[in-house]
């Protein structure tokens, strides 16, 4: 006699359906992932505001630093997919802060 499958539902079950597509664990490259998309839109939303440039700078450039080391070692589609979003909003953090007064605030050159 066959049964019914439940499917978990939520959010974290999307989640880890989604970061965890191929059945195991990883947890290392899920926090490589939550830390790129966080560090991205603290990057981006920063940097729409011009003042806000040592924030969006730094923040961009730690975005793109641990989305590259991510993708690096990124085991399943749904990671990459994610780490991509966040290296896209930490890149252009990184360049808009650049942009409106760079990563020392005018201390250098």
């Known amino acids: 006699?066959?049964?019914a499958v439940r499917q978990p539902r939520g959010p974290r079950a999307l989640?880890?359906?989604v970061l965890n597509s191929d059945g195991?664990?990883?947890?290392?490259?899920n926090t490589f992932v939550a830390v790129t998309v966080v560090l991205g839109a603290v990057a981006f939303i920063s940097s729409a505001f011009s003042n806000l440039h040592l924030l969006s700078s730094w923040t961009g450039l730690a975005g793109v630093l641990s989305g590259a080391w991510g993708q690096f070692i990124s085991a399943t589609t749904g990671e990459r997919?994610?780490?991509?979003i966040g290296?896209?909003?930490s890149a252009i953090g990184l360049f808009l802060g650049i942009?409106?007064?760079g990563p020392?605030?005018?201390?250098i050159g």
Do not use: C, D, W
């Not at 195991?24 to 490259?29: D, I, L, M, R």
């Not at 997919?81 to 991509?84: D, H, T, Y």
């Not at 020392?104 to 201390?107: A, E, H, K």
């Open 81 to 84: 997919f994610l780490l991509i």
């Open 15 to 17: 989640v880890n359906a």
């Open 24 to 29: 195991k664990s990883h947890p290392v490259e």
């Open 99 to 101: 942009a409106h007064g």
């Open 87 to 89: 290296l896209g909003a």
């Open 104 to 107: 020392f605030g005018g201390l």
């Open 1 to 3: 006699m066959t049964q």
